[in-house]
Nanobody, 122 residues
C-alpha cells in the first residue's frame, strides 16, 4: 500500500506564510503527478496546484503568484509554499498523487492524504 502524510498546516494571520509537506511512503516505484487540493466548509474540493514528475507546474488562478508547488523526487515528497495568505485560503488541504507501484506495470494508482487544516485569520 501507499500512504500520503501531510504536515505543516496551522493558524496564521492574513499576509503570513505556511509551508505544507506531503510525504509518500510504501510500495512505490515512481510517482507521476502530485497535487494539492483544498476544501473549505460548504464548498467543493478544488485543485490548487499540480506538479509533474518532470517539474512542470500549474496553479489555480486564485493562488497564482502567491503559492509555489515543488517536489523532492528522492524523498517522494511534495511541498506547497503559501505566501500572502488570505482568509479565503482557509480550508483543509489535501495531497494527491498518481503512483506507479510496480516497475513492470504502467498502471497509476490514485492516493490521497488525510488532509491538514489551514486557517487564515483576518
Amino acid at each position: 500500500q501507499v500512504q500520503l502524510v501531510e504536515s505543516g498546516g496551522g493558524l496564521v494571520q492574513a499576509g503570513g506564510s505556511l509551508r505544507l509537506s506531503c510525504a509518500a511512503s510504501g510500495s512505490i516505484f515512481s510517482i507521476n503527478a502530485m497535487r494539492w487540493y483544498r476544501q473549505a466548509p460548504g464548498k467543493q474540493r478544488e485543485l490548487v496546484a499540480e506538479i509533474t514528475s518532470g517539474g512542470s507546474t500549474d496553479y489555480a488562478d486564485s493562488v497564482k503568484g502567491r503559492f509555489t508547488i515543488s517536489r523532492d523526487n528522492a524523498k517522494n515528497t511534495a511541498y506547497l509554499q503559501m505566501n500572502s495568505l488570505k482568509p479565503e485560503d482557509t480550508a483543509v488541504y489535501y495531497c494527491n498523487a498518481d503512483v506507479q507501484r510496480r516497475w513492470n506495470s504502467r498502471v497509476l494508482d490514485d492516493y490521497w492524504g488525510q488532509g491538514t487544516q489551514v486557517t487564515v485569520s483576518s
